[in-house]
């Protein structure tokens, strides 16, 4: 899904793909708790940890996936504050 994402696409389709994929992510979110606090998960200190994601993000990603990755996490959020009332 997120493959489909390519840097020419308008800002109309990563919406969509943002769409899609922010049910996925938020049930991810219900199902595995600790990733909105992984603070005890973490190996390194969170400084660290989170300054290597950025990295392989940024590595591993074009700006039209990076776009779709934060517009399906705002949705997801979304989604979980309105299930949970």
Known sequence: MLRAA???ADLAGWQNIAEQLAPILAR???DYPWLSDPAGHLPKREHVTQQTFVD??????????????GRAGV????QLRLARG
């Open 28 to 30: 991810h979110l219900v």
């Open 75 to 78: 949705l997801a959020q979304q």
């Open 56 to 69: 392989a993000v940024v590595a591993l990603y074009n700006t039209a996936q990076i776009d779709v990755l």
């Open 6 to 8: 390519p840097k020419a």
